[in-house]
């Protein structure tokens, strides 16, 4: 076989390997991949999958964990703030609220993909600055605080 033949022969075969490789790995993705289920709300009282929060994290969410106990003096008023802030940036938010019997002030988490800060016993202005500095897309009023 000539030289020229010989190396067209196995350029061929490299593309069709090529070609083949790509097309087997789509496949391969589109039977492989896990089926994923959001919450239908962004305000829940579990805690989620590690991976599936931090999935989201990387997707640019806002988490907000929120631990508290029922019979502390702040807790209902800040699970209502911190429900109002969640509903208002519902693309943006997602709040967790915890209960833990044996706390006696809150604690609250925010995680974002610029890192964790928690909070205890915080105030709405704290709250937001908070918020402010870890949202991806943080409001307007945020240049206020």
Request: with cysteine; net charge negative; charged share 20%.
């Amino acid at each position: 076989m000539s030289r020229f033949k010989k190396s067209t022969l196995i350029g061929f075969i490299l593309i069709a390997i090529m070609l083949l490789s790509t097309f087997s790995y789509a496949v391969l993705q589109s039977v492989n991949s896990p089926n994923v289920e959001l919450p239908e709300s962004n305000v829940i009282e579990y805690r989620l999958e590690p991976d599936l929060k931090d999935a989201m994290i990387r997707y640019g969410v806002t988490f907000i964990t929120f631990d508290y106990n029922l019979g502390c003096q702040n807790c209902i008023q800040q699970k209502s703030f911190l429900e109002s802030v969640a509903n208002e940036y519902k693309q943006q938010i997602f709040l967790e609220e915890l209960k833990d019997d044996s706390l006696d002030v809150s604690k609250i988490t925010v995680s974002s993909v610029y890192g964790e800060h928690e909070l205890v016993n915080a105030n709405e202005t704290e709250i937001l600055k908070s918020l402010c500095d870890f949202m991806v897309s943080p409001p307007v009023t945020c240049a206020l605080i």
